[in-house]
Nanobody, 115 residues
Framework: QVQLVESGGGLVQPGESLTLSCAAS????????MGWYRQAPGKQRELVAT???????HYADSVKGRFTISGDNAKTTVVLQMNSLKSEDTAVYYC?????????WGQGTQVTVSS
């Protein structure tokens, strides 16, 4: 059973940066997607950014120009660089890995943006 380990959440002030990392417990071969979703209190989980194993990326409109997703296929890891953070970015961030065979979620990491 593939597991995801997330790290990098925390408390920052508006305008500051954070980096989230996610690593799979085993290397995934072939085509897959890996990315980040978030869920704020009282709201549904939403996509933040994803990356296909071929390198194609997709971002939510609310984070375009501020967040950057990158990955290492050889290690099945993904990193989310979050700049110019806003209070509305506050949420639990979840890593996801999926392909034709699996759909795995991390345990979630809290990101709080507050002055």
């Amino acid at each position: 059973q593939v597991q995801l380990v997330e790290s990098g959440g925390g408390l920052v002030q508006p305008g500051e940066s954070l980096t989230l990392s996610c690593a799979a417990s085993e290397t995934i071969f072939g085509i897959y997607a890996m990315g980040w979703y978030r869920q704020a209190p009282g709201k549904q989980r939403e996509l933040v950014a994803t990356m296909q194993s071929g390198g194609t990326t997709h971002y939510a409109d609310s984070v375009k120009g501020r967040f950057t997703i990158s990955g290492d296929n050889a290690k099945t890891t993904v990193v989310l660089q979050m700049n110019s953070l806003k209070s509305e970015d506050t949420a639990v961030y979840y890593c996801n890995l999926n392909n034709w065979r699996i759909d795995v979620w991390g345990q979630g990491t809290q990101v709080t943006v507050s002055s």
